[in-house]
Every structure is written in structure tokens, then in C-alpha cells.
């Protein structure tokens, strides 16, 4: 009968027990000592086991976030090979997309090892005998709630997510995302806050932005575009515009600034009263703006020492009778031939 009795007491799988019960043939102790032995191991285990699988998954997090910090647009290469503004702003998109990249690691960690305390926890408490299915179940209905009630918050993270993996956009940076466009003054996982040209700020949800258009990345480029009259010689007009377009390429101010040799494209349009061309300079981040207004200035001295006019808008003025005068005058026979 007590052979009987302490065999049932192990049961199968408890190791340590079975072991304890044959070397000493006494229940109680080999009920105490998987108390005592089989128990805490289990749960070490548990925990070691835990530790390891958090550790593989941050090393591949912190291989991700390297490999992200090269960025994921290719380095701008200069063809004017000069140190000056436009290398400033590459050293500040690499400095940027690490810092960027890191801020994404660490996410990704956090996320990691809730999702492990979370799992490892559970299995901790089915070791110690705790009834886990009424925990597994709480979580679904909870996820599930979160799931429905909070679609447009996940959504939000979701994107937030990805924006700041993928580096669309940073502090800085001036974007149009269609409902507003502005400079970037913060981006968080789920919003993003801009100020516009007229200082009015707007905060985006990240999961309502659909497309996003970067005017400060890698590099830009000042669209000039210029009107004449028709009566002007455009062979003439367009020598000019190269002229001062290259003065600048050749300015000690502008070296940096302008990366490539500025381009006449020609005739773009025909209006009512003008005809237009066109100027390209490709410019280093966010530095259009100002290389165009200084552009335009340039042209409007040369062309007033060119003789060259800008068109003006026109009014024709018709002029109608008084009928009243139509009906006093005398009507005139025709004269016979």
C-alpha cells in the first residue's frame, strides 16, 4: 500500500520527484523537494530562457537600426567636390537619420521585452499551478476592445512607426502632407506638428497623412521662371539668363550652395502678353528659396542695363456711340454711281 501511495503522489514528468522517491522511497520528502528543487529550476529555467531569446532579439534589432542609420535615400554626391554648406547639411541628415535610427531601436527593445515579460510571465504562473485561462482570456476581450475602439490610435503608432524607419521626414524639415505644409517642428509616433509659412501650427495625425512631399532632403532645387514680352529677342533674353545664372555658379558666396551648373531650359509658356522661360539651379537643402529671389534680383538689374522690358498687362478701351446721337443725325441717300 505505502509503495502504492508514494508512486502515485509523482506524477509523470516531475523528474526530481521521481528521482527523490526512488533514492529514498519516502513521498513526503520527494513532495518537498519538488517544492523546494523542481519548482524554483523550472522557473530559473523559465527566466534564463527568457533572458536568451531577449538578447538574440535585440542584437537583430541593433543590426536593423545600424543598417537603417545609413539612411534610405543614397548620399548626395557633390559635383563641385567643395566643403562648404551643402556638406554641413549632409553631416546634419546623417547625424539626424542615427539619432532617428536609435530612437526606433529602442521602441523596438521596449516592445521586445513586454512582449516576453508578458509570455514568460504567463508560463511562470502555469508552473506554480496558477489557472491561466481566465488571464489569456481577459487579454483577448482587452485586445479585442482595443482592436475596435482605438483604430484610428493604432493606426496613428502604425505610421509613426514606419515614418520614422523609413526617414521620410525630421525636425527641419519643410513637407507638404496636403492638408497643411510647413517646417517640421516635432514628430512623435502619433502626430506631427508643422508651422507654416503665415506661423500658424498644425498637428497632423500620422495615420491621416497618405503621401508626403520633402522639399529639404538630399538636395533641392530653385525653379526660376521669367516673363518677356513678346517683341524681345529670346536668343538674346536666353544668353542673358545663362549669363547670370553661370555668374552665380562662379560667386565665392554660392560655392556649396549651388551644386550643379544652373540650366536654360527655354520657352515654357505663351501667355496673353509674355512669353516665359525657365531656369533650373539644383542647391543644397532648403537653400532654393533664397537662390531664387537672389536670381530674380540679379535679372531684373541686368535686364534694366540690357534694355530688356518686362511685360506689362495691357487694357483695351472700346468706345461706343450714343445712340441718341445715331438717331439725331440726318439719314445720307446713297449716292448713285
Known sequence: MFGLETTASCTA???????VLRWTDNAALAEASDILIGKPLALVGLLLLGLVIRWVLHRLVDRIVLRAGTGVLPSTRFSRGRAGLADAHEMVNATRRVQRAKTMGDLLKSIVTGVLVAIVGTMMLSELSVNIAPIIASAGIIGLALGFGAQSLVKDFLSGIFMIFEDQYGVGDVVDVGEASGTVEAVSLRVTRLRDLNGTVWYVPNGEILRVGNMSQNWSRAVVDIAVGYREDLARVQSVLRDVAHDMWDDEDYKGVIIEEPE???VEMFNTDSVTL???????????WAVARELRQRLKARFDHEGIELPLPTRVVWQREDKRDQQAAPDVPPVAG
Open 13 to 19: 514528468g516531475e523528474t526530481i520527484c521521481e528521482h
Open 264 to 266: 536654360v531650359t527655354g
Open 278 to 288: 525657365r531656369v533650373l539651379i539644383k542647391t543644397a537643402p532648403m537653400e532654393q
